[in-house]
């Protein structure tokens, strides 16, 4: 099956207005081929059905070595941190995932609530006289905050995380060289932290992992350094943006914001709604065809590279009814957290940073409005993640 050429694919409006690009690529056709900004061909699928079963298709593979485009080895990843669960496939994909799913589970996050709250009110009761910025004075802190507890990188050994992710997230084709920049200095901090935590181990996830190197050889150091990297990298940006696009979407249906602030709609609700209506992250990871195969329609050679959009099946109307509306009272069957064995380990510890997140700064001001025009907001330049650079609001 052959589809008219889709409009301006990996151009700007992809970013400035995603929504409305991926509404009208899926009218065109499920599944499109094209090319990267780097050169890279890929097929992107659009559509809610194919997306999913896609995300739980095994002969799609997340292992690099089954790639057969050209052009990954532009790709601003060093091998060094190459080695995590979302660059592989069964079964190191089932050893790794057991090893570090127990710090995961929804009761061992739950623990979690008491930390999460005082740094939540910590940076609330640092709140200055309005105009404020929640990008800057809450969403961006509290997840840097949470996941460097977990993993137990001391407050004094933190650095910018978010000009890291945003770099490396970056979608021009010029960005490469400060992208691998921003690689280098990830994994030398890393590579630092490890080693402080081999001296002198304490009780967090990072000391349980090289615990688990060291002692059981459960995993070999290569995986032991890319499994912090993945949970740093996949646990902290991501969470900015559900809690900066779930403010959004509050502050732009005062209904839903009152009905928080009353406390006769869960958060938890809005949050639901929020990875679908606006999802954190866009495309989930590139898959490889481990033969030919054919999603909608569409035959994908074996070694094709396939990029799922998340943020379009969210979107798709033979799926959702009225799918650009917002509305926290629908059932949740969103793709924002992916889906098979892939399915985001973090989503219990981003469920809870949100609704604490919303839940206080609604609760404590009230009456929060946009301090700027819609129209002039502005998104973190990506393909690849949907997020706010600010959000500066008033009361
Ligand atoms: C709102 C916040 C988050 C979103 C939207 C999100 C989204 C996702 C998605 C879509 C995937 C699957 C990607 C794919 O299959 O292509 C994924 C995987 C993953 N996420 Fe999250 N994530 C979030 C928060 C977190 C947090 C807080 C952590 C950890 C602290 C985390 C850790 C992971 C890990 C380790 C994987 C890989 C799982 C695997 O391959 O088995 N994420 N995430």
């Known amino acids: 099956m052959t589809h008219a050429t889709p409009p301006s694919l990996f151009s700007d409006v992809l970013i400035t207005d995603p929504h409305q690009a991926y509404d009208q690529l899926r009218k065109i056709g499920p599944v499109h081929q094209t090319t990267t900004p780097d050169g890279v061909s890929v097929w992107l699928v659009t559509r809610y059905q194919d997306v999913r079963k896609a995300l739980a298709d095994p002969r799609l593979s ?84 949470v996941i460097c507890e977990l993993l137990g990188v001391p407050l004094d050994a933190r650095r910018d995380f978010r000009a890291w992710t945003n770099t490396l997230l970056a979608p021009a084709p010029d960005a490469a060289r400060e992208s691998r920049r921003a690689m280098r200095e990830m994994h030398q901090f890393l ?18 992992m090289i615990e688990a190197r060291d002692t059981h050889d459960s995993l070999t150091e290569p995986e032991l350094l890319a499994m912090a990297f993945l949970i740093l990298f996949a646990g902290y940006d991501n969470t900015v943006n559900l809690i900066g696009n779930g403010l959004l979407a509050l502050l732009l249906h005062p209904q839903h914001a009152h009905a928080v602030r009353d ?35 569409v035959r994908i050679p074996v070694g094709g590279r396939v990029w799922v959009s998340l943020i379009s ?32 380990l973090g989503a219990p510890l981003a469920r809870l940073q949100g ?10 001001f009230g009456r929060l409005k946009l301090a ?24």
């Open 191 to 208: 590579v630092e932290i490890i080693a402080a935590k081999r001296t002198h181990p304490t009780d967090d996830l990072l000391s349980a």
């Open 372 to 395: 700027v025009p819609v129209t002039e907001l502005k998104w973190v330049p990506s393909f690849h993640k949907r997020g706010l650079q600010e959000l500066t609001v008033a009361w």
């Open 313 to 344: 099946a969210n979107r798709d109307g033979t799926h959702f009814a009225s799918p650009a509306s917002f509305d926290p009272h629908r059932a949740p069957a969103h793709l924002g957290f992916g889906h098979g064995i892939h399915y985001c």
């Open 62 to 145: 997340l292992d690099k070595g089954n790639a057969h485009s050209t052009g990954l080895h532009q790709s601003s990843m060093p091998p060094e941190l190459d080695a995590h669960l979302l660059n592989m496939d069964p079964p190191d994909l089932t050893r790794l995932r057991r090893l570090v799913s127990k710090a995961f589970t929804p009761r061992r996050i739950e623990e979690l609530k008491p930390r999460i709250q005082a740094q939540t009110d910590e940076l609330l009761d640092a709140f200055t006289d309005p105009p404020v910025d929640l990008m800057r004075a809450l969403a961006n802190p509290l997840p840097m905050a």
């Open 355 to 364: 609704d604490v997140a919303i839940t206080s700064l609604f609760h404590r």
């Open 263 to 297: 406390r006769n709609t869960l958060v938890r609700d809005v949050l639901e709604e929020t990875l679908r209506w606006n999802a954190p992250f866009m495309l989930g990871v590139r898959r490889f065809a481990l033969k030919d195969i054919t999603i909608g329609g």
